[in-house]
């Protein structure tokens, strides 16, 4: 058996103006994140993870910010695209871990949705997918609410 795993990371400030878009779930609040894309805090960890298990770079070197043609991209298009990539590589997603930070909103209510969009985008079940939420205890500049960031472990195993 052949295995790979891979982390990730993603931060984006908070501002007015901008939808709040995590794991592809618009949650409710009166700022958003900034980015190029969509700003999906949560699936560019993954799709940083998955391509990194792999050595195959991060995202920027798939959909730069330099290319209009990802500006406003719906995330969760970006990682079916990460995911074929993967694939086409001989590699499958056993399962993955991540964790979103953020002091507001409270995301509990919304990683059901933010696991299904995940999960329905990858092929996964559901228990395959671990999202969860934490603070970061008001401490440094998303303690301070100044953006949000995750981290995500990936398990890839070859076909």
Not at 143 to 151: N, P, Q
């Amino acid at each position: 058996m052949n295995v790979r795993i891979g982390n990730g990371y993603d931060i984006h400030k908070l501002v007015s103006n901008r939808p709040l878009i995590l794991g592809g779930a618009n949650i409710p609040h009166h700022l958003g994140l900034l980015g190029h894309s969509d700003a999906d805090v949560l699936t560019h960890a993954i799709m940083d993870a998955m391509l990194g298990a792999l050595s195959l770079g991060d995202i920027g070197d798939y959909f730069p910010p330099s290319d209009l043609q990802w500006s406003g991209a719906d995330s969760l298009i970006l990682l079916s695209q990460v995911n074929e990539l993967v694939q086409n590589q001989g590699w499958c997603v056993i399962n993955i871990d991540s964790v979103v930070v953020a002091e507001k909103p409270k995301l509990k209510p919304h990683i059901a949705q933010m696991k299904g969009n995940l999960s329905k985008i990858l092929q996964l079940e559901s228990n395959q997918v671990g999202v969860k939420a934490t603070t970061n205890e008001k401490l440094g500049p998303v303690g301070r609410e100044e953006g949000i960031c995750a981290y995500a472990v990936v398990l890839l195993l070859s076909t």
